[in-house]
Antibody, heavy 122, light 108 residues
Framework: EEQLVQSGAEVKKSGESLRISCEAS????????IGWVRQVPGEGLEWMGV????????RYSPSFQGHITISGDKSISTAYLQWNSLKASDTAMYYC???????????????WGRGTQVAVSS | EIVLTQSPGTLSLSPGARATLSCRAS???????LAWYQQKPGQAPRLLIY???SRATGIPDRFSGSGSGTDFTLTINRLEPEDFAVYYC?????????FGQGTKVEIK
């Protein structure tokens, strides 16, 4: 079964660092980009960025660039989302999702992880 | 940035009814690079439609997508109890891919 397995919930304080993970299971990372999507409690979805682990090609939303780092380790089929200094406003559910490699026609997310809840207290 | 505006915010319907959800883009979405997702409480989103009108694997045929340019529609025929959820559109025409704010389909 194809799955994206995300790491568990986190409780942090403002200013702390954090890295959450997303591991591919049942399919080859080589054929997909992995993206991250934020959902603040009670609100909608926000596209944060994507990475292709084959060559570490990474794209960020301007809304998040400079505050997050998306990375990965292709040897263990795992993508990461990292903060060096969390803010209370980072409290949200974070989903990873995949889209196939290729051109624009394939940039939709066809498989999602279950999400990692991040709570940041001030 | 392409801004997607979904309407209505909430749709109150009875099981068996037809739901019509709208997604309007602030500029043309080339080649219909638009997807629809369903999200139920406590769950991750699920892909329903891509390319504006192609159903994803395993999606029932009561879900259909249409539209082009700046106006897109998701239609759900004969609402089933499991269809009551929040629906999001997403454009993937530009490098900055954006979502609409969502439409909640609730039981009347």
């Amino acid at each position: 079964e194809e799955q994206l397995v995300q790491s568990g919930a986190e409780v942090k304080k403002s200013g702390e660092s954090l890295r959450i993970s997303c591991e591919a299971s049942g399919f080859s990372f080589a054929n997909y980009f992995i993206g991250w999507v934020r959902q603040v409690p009670g609100e909608g979805l926000e596209w944060m960025g994507v990475i292709y682990l084959g060559d570490s090609d990474t794209r960020y939303s301007p809304s998040f660039q400079g505050h997050i780092t998306i990375s990965g380790d292709k040897s263990i089929s795992t993508a990461y989302l990292q903060w060096n200094s969390l803010k209370a406003s980072d409290t949200a559910m974070y989903y990873c999702a995949r889209h196939p490699i290729g051109g624009h026609a394939f940039w939709y997310f066809d498989l999602w992880g279950r999400g990692t809840q991040v709570a940041v207290s001030s | 940035e392409i801004v997607l505006t979904q309407s209505p915010g909430t749709l109150s319907l009875s099981p068996g009814a037809r739901a019509t959800l709208s997604c309007r883009a602030s500029q043309t979405v080339s080649a219909n690079y638009l997807a629809w997702y369903q999200q139920k409480p406590g769950q991750a989103p699920r892909l329903l439609i891509y390319g504006a009108s192609s159903r994803a694997t395993g999606i029932p045929d009561r879900f259909s997508g249409s539209g082009s340019g700046t106006d897109f529609t998701l239609t759900i025929n004969r609402l089933e109890p499991e269809d009551f959820a929040v629906y999001y559109c997403q454009q993937y025409d530009t490098s900055l891919r954006t979502f609409g704010q969502g439409t909640k389909v609730e039981i009347k």
